[in-house]
């Protein structure tokens, strides 16, 4: 399954960038074994609309055209469900195995993401309740595929 990000902001040059970039290699790496195959960040630009609804509207139709029929979506946004690690590999893993073919993972604006994509998503993913820059969120989530992956191999990466 090809996994690819979506994230609305482009992410500076930098340490966060950096240490986004070093997971995110190493699960382009590690994946395959499990069958995942890392197909890469999109960046668009957030929203210029005045308000916070026609923003997310509008990041969400950016977002729309880049969903193929059949697709899983998960979207990163703190009204999501808290999952554990092992919880969120075991997610990836019934999408991968019930045969989805690609799948996004969206990371919204500083308004989150529309109701449309919350509507159609296949899962909704907090990082917790606190609110984190998104460069962080970036750095958390490739840290956490290549967990997925790590877990899904039986890797001792992650020890419970």
Avoid: C
């Avoid at 630009?45 to 977002?63: C, K, P, V």
């Avoid at 979207?75 to 554990?84: A, N, P, T, V, Y």
Wanted: no cysteine; net charge positive.
């Amino acid at each position: 399954m090809k996994i690819s990000v979506h994230a609305v902001g482009r992410m500076k040059a930098g340490p966060e960038k950096q240490l986004a970039d070093r997971y995110f290699e190493r699960f382009a790496k590690s994946g395959p074994t499990v069958g995942l195959e890392f197909a890469g960040v999109t960046e668009i630009a957030e929203g210029r609309a005045q308000t916070a609804n026609e923003r997310r509207r509008e990041e969400g139709q950016r977002l729309q055209t880049q969903l193929q029929p059949g697709m899983a979506l998960i979207l990163l946004d703190e009204r999501g469900k808290d999952f554990s690690s092992e919880e969120f590999a075991g997610r990836i893993g019934l999408l991968r195995d019930g045969g989805r073919k690609a799948l996004v993972i969206a990371i919204g604006g500083a308004d989150g993401h529309d109701q449309s994509l919350r509507d159609q998503a296949d899962l909704v993913v907090s990082f917790g309740a606190l609110t984190w820059p998104h460069q962080l969120v970036r750095v958390m989530l490739g840290e956490q595929l290549y967990r997925v992956a790590t877990i899904l191999s039986g890797h001792p990466y992650h020890r419970s």
